[in-house]
């Protein structure tokens, strides 16, 4: 029982309505990682500068989304770590 509460608490976003400063890469990633739509936006805009190809989410592309927005935790984590004066740094 233990183990099904922890699995169903892990999988809730507890951030799922936060919005996050975009001024920096980090909290604007959050922010699209937050939405499929966007996240596949993203992908597709990554996709054609780096390959001249258009991605879409149909015919199996939901995974390679799903795949992206994996790192909205991580992302989420990272931001709450790290103060303003270190973005700054980061991202001149």
């Keep these: 029982m233990i183990k099904l509460v922890k699995q ?3 999988k809730y976003d507890f951030f799922a309505d936060s919005n996050f400063e975009d ?3 980090v909290g604007k990633l959050i922010n699209i990682l937050a939405d499929q739509q966007k996240t596949g936006e993203l992908i597709n805009r990554l996709s054609e500068a ?3 190809k258009s991605f879409s ?3 199996g592309g939901e995974e ?3 795949a992206f ?3 909205r935790p991580v992302l989420i984590r ?3 770590k ?3 004066d270190e973005l700054e740094d980061w991202f001149k």
């Design 23 to 25: 001024r920096y890469l």
């Design 57 to 59: 989410g149909l015919f």
């Design 82 to 84: 790290v103060s303003t």
């Design 50 to 52: 780096l390959t001249n």
């Design 64 to 66: 390679l989304i799903e």
């Design 78 to 80: 990272i931001y709450s």
């Design 8 to 10: 169903e608490v892990d």
């Design 69 to 71: 927005e994996t790192l």
